[in-house]
């Protein structure tokens, strides 16, 4: 007799251990996702009425346990389980996206420094139908790293549009788009791509005035080096790149120049105008101490002529000349 309630017992753990086995293998692993906000709510259900269960932060892992229409049935690495409004997660590969960003960014120089003028999505890639990573505020700073003309989604034509044009499409439209590093008010490491015109460049006074009356629009600025004022302030000079005409432009800038402070004059004045060049950031600086007005150089890839091409440019004194070609300004 007990010989027979020891074999059924064991027949009893094997079938259940088999069982086991079988369900956990056919259910695999849980999807990963992650709070794609700055505050996620979990809450208790997808009906109307509802309660907040718990709140996640922008990056943390979530594991998904179901999902029903636009809801996400989720667990917290804590323990606890809710429901998730899908467009406030960031999947498995829209994450790794946001961080081989952040690496990369960590190796790219600030071409300029803004922030964001209205409220702004972030996203993994150039163009409106990438993946977003965040939601930004306005007023949220910015550095600018690398700029890249995309093209518009267009709508499809209506019916005999193109036959009224004779077969020939529309003029394909683009904008800019900007791969920057974000400064969050919370302090999260965050990168990402953003339409250009949601973002007010913070040029310093009096750039913009100068760039207006030329009919300039900024691209980027940067410090050559600083003039000494019979004041005694250091008043900074300044390289400027910018274009004229619209966004979406196929050089990052097309127009260059070269600010310096007259003491004389207590004002800035131009030094250097070259207005020839389809250049492409990064702008490379060398340059000695800032508070000394010695000489300085800059360099760009210059694209006039389809085959890249490297230019460099020397500034002394007020005086700005590009190596080797004998070009100058007074």
């Known amino acids: 007799m007990i010989r027979k309630l020891s074999l059924g017992f064991a027949l009893i753990l094997v079938v259940s251990v088999g069982v086991y086995v079988h369900f956990h293998r056919a259910r ?58 899908q467009r406030e997660l960031l999947t498995a590969d829209v994450w790794q996206g946001a961080k081989n ?33 965040r939601q930004l505020t306005k007023a949220v700073s910015l550095d600018l790293c690398e700029r890249q003309a995309v093209e518009v989604p267009a709508a499809a034509p209506a019916a005999g549009e193109e036959e009224e044009s004779g077969g020939v499409p529309a003029e394909t439209k683009k904008e800019d788009w900007w791969l920057v590093r974000v400064h969050t008010p919370d302090q999260t490491a965050l990168s ?46 300044y390289l400027v790149v910018g274009t004229r005409g619209p966004e979406g432009q196929p050089c990052d800038f097309t127009l260059i120049r070269v600010f ?14 070259e207005s020839d060049v389809c250049g492409k950031l990064p702008v490379k600086l060398k340059r000695e101490a800032l508070s000394k007005a010695a000489d300085t150089t800059f360099t760009f890839e210059d694209l006039s002529h389809r085959v890249p091409e490297e230019r460099t440019y020397r500034m002394h004194q007020t005086i700005v000349r590009r190596v080797g070609e004998g070009k100058g300004a007074r």
């Open 192 to 237: 990402g791509w953003i339409l250009g015109r949601f973002i007010e460049l913070d040029v310093p006074s009096p750039l913009p005035d100068y760039a207006s009356s030329a009919g300039m629009r900024i691209t980027a600025w940067f410090e050559l080096n600083r003039a000494m004022d019979p004041s005694g302030t250091a008043k900074p000079q």
């Open 101 to 133: 960003l952040e690496a990369r960014v960590e190796t790219l120089p600030v071409e300029a420094r803004g922030h964001t003028r209205v409220l702004s999505n972030l996203h993994v890639e150039p163009g409106r139908e990438s993946p977003r990573i």
């Open 28 to 85: 695999g692993p849980f999807e990963a996702v992650y709070a794609g906000d700055r505050q996620v709510t979990l809450w208790s259900t997808t009906a109307a009425v509802r309660e907040p269960l718990t709140t996640v932060s922008f990056g943390d892992r979530l594991e998904v346990l179901g999902r029903f229409h636009g809801e996400v049935k989720v667990r917290t690495l804590t323990g606890v389980t809710g429901w998730v409004d």
């Open 260 to 273: 310096t402070w007259s003491a004389k004059r207590q004002r800035y004045e131009t030094a250097f105008v």
